[in-house]
């Protein structure tokens, strides 16, 4: 029996602990949610508040990433045996997203350098998960059928591929020297989370259909498929405004009439989802706590309102550009929540332990 077998017993009673063993791939959510949040903060002008969020999210960003080298040296069995779950295993490119999240916060303030490292890490990142997660987790996976794990975090990919479109396209006019070829990538990266969001779409449909659907089974990682149309709208509408290249030439009518649409399917996603919650906790009684995974639920609600500023003021849709103010403000109150869900589970969990001990 192989060690990824072996350790799926282990992994799956420490989901009650805490620590870098308990740590889920997908918890860079969270920074992807307070980033969003900031980023929306800063561009409907409460500077203080996005200042705020800021730091917050940059330290989350810094504690994760020590605590997933931690993991990463003490505890290598478990995270590879993330990497073969087809179910957990694309929560690993929640780090390329949070990675480009940390660096849009950054361009915005005018660190440049540090925002252009980052989206190289966040590239290179993005490259190997793109062919290393889904071989291990799905296409080399020795179960059979796989289709009934497909779930709302494999369209992280596509927010991991369209967050790279999104600094790249921010940056390109920072850095004149290399605008050819941050377009380029722009570009690329864009169109390949449009066809894979198609392909995630296709599989995770057929997976809804052909098994039978099970309240529990309806995570907040399903709000994702939302969030990766609303971060593909943001993708859109910075490519737009970029300076004259000939791979944005060609594309920007294409892009600006596509990101409309996809904010459009995007607006009609959310009732879907809502009414998804209503009967997953209100009809069949599945009780609401806390869970790394809502951190999927809250950064698809802020992307939608930060989606909706850029595609008002990128394509003077005033009407889109008010719906994406109103909707900040109830993705920061969602925030706030399981925020504070989170610092409460932590708390207990700690107390726990200390009282066993």
């Known amino acids: 029996m192989s060690d990824v077998t072996t350790e799926a017993g282990p992994r799956i009673a420490s989901e009650r602990a805490i ?7 997908g918890y860079f959510a969270g920074v992807m949610a ?10 409907i002008g409460q500077h203080v508040l996005a200042s705020v969020l800021f730091w917050l ?17 003490a505890f290598r069995p478990r995270m590879t045996a993330d990497l073969h779950d ?39 990142a993005w490259l190997a998960l793109g062919y290393v997660v889904p071989w291990t987790a799905v296409l080399g996976n020795p179960r059979r059928p796989i289709l009934d794990s497909a779930n709302g975090t494999w369209f992280i990919g596509v927010v991991a591929s369209q967050s790279v479109a999104v600094l790249a396209a921010g940056l390109e006019p920072l ?12 570009i690329v990266t864009w169109s390949v989370g449009v066809v894979v969001y198609g392909a995630c779409a296709v599989l995770v449909l057929l997976r809804l259909v052909l098994f039978p659907i099970e309240p529990e089974s309806l995570e907040p990682p399903y709000w994702v498929s939302m969030g990766a149309v609303a971060i ?20 920007r009518e294409l892009i600006a009439g596509l990101s409309v649409i996809f ?27 806390y869970l790394p995974t809502l951190w999927s639920f809250v950064f698809p609600m802020g992307m939608y309102a ?23 403000w109830l993705g920061l109150g969602v925030w706030s929540l399981v925020a504070a869900a989170m610092i409460a589970d932590i708390v207990r969990r700690l107390t726990r332990r200390e009282a066993r001990s």
């Not at 620590?19 to 791939?25: D, F, R």
């Not at 004149?176 to 722009?186: D, F, K, N, S, V």
């Not at 593909?232 to 594309?251: F, K, L, Q, S, Y």
């Open 19 to 25: 620590g870098p063993a308990a740590l889920t791939p």
């Open 34 to 43: 307070s980033g969003i949040v900031s980023i929306g903060a800063q561009l």
């Open 57 to 73: 999210a940059l330290v989350f960003y810094i504690v994760l990433l020590a605590l997933n080298v931690w993991r990463y040296i």
């Open 86 to 124: 087809p179910a957990r295993a694309f929560g690993f490119f929640t780090f390329v997203a949070a990675t480009n999240v940390i660096g849009a916060m950054l361009a915005g303030i005018g660190l440049v350098t540090p925002a252009a490292v980052l989206l190289g890490v966040a590239t290179t």
């Open 175 to 186: 850095f004149p020297q290399w605008r050819q070829g941050l377009a380029i990538l722009a």
């Open 232 to 251: 593909t709208v943001v993708a859109g509408a910075r490519i737009v405004e970029m300076d004259e290249a000939p791979m944005v030439d060609v594309t």
């Open 263 to 289: 904010w459009a399917f995007a607006t009609w996603l959310i009732p879907v989802l809502v009414a998804a919650g209503i009967w997953r906790h209100g009809v069949r009684r599945v009780p609401l706590k």
């Open 306 to 328: 930060t989606a909706s500023i850029y595609l008002g003021r990128a394509d003077g849709l005033p009407v889109v550009e008010a719906v994406g103010a109103t909707s900040f």
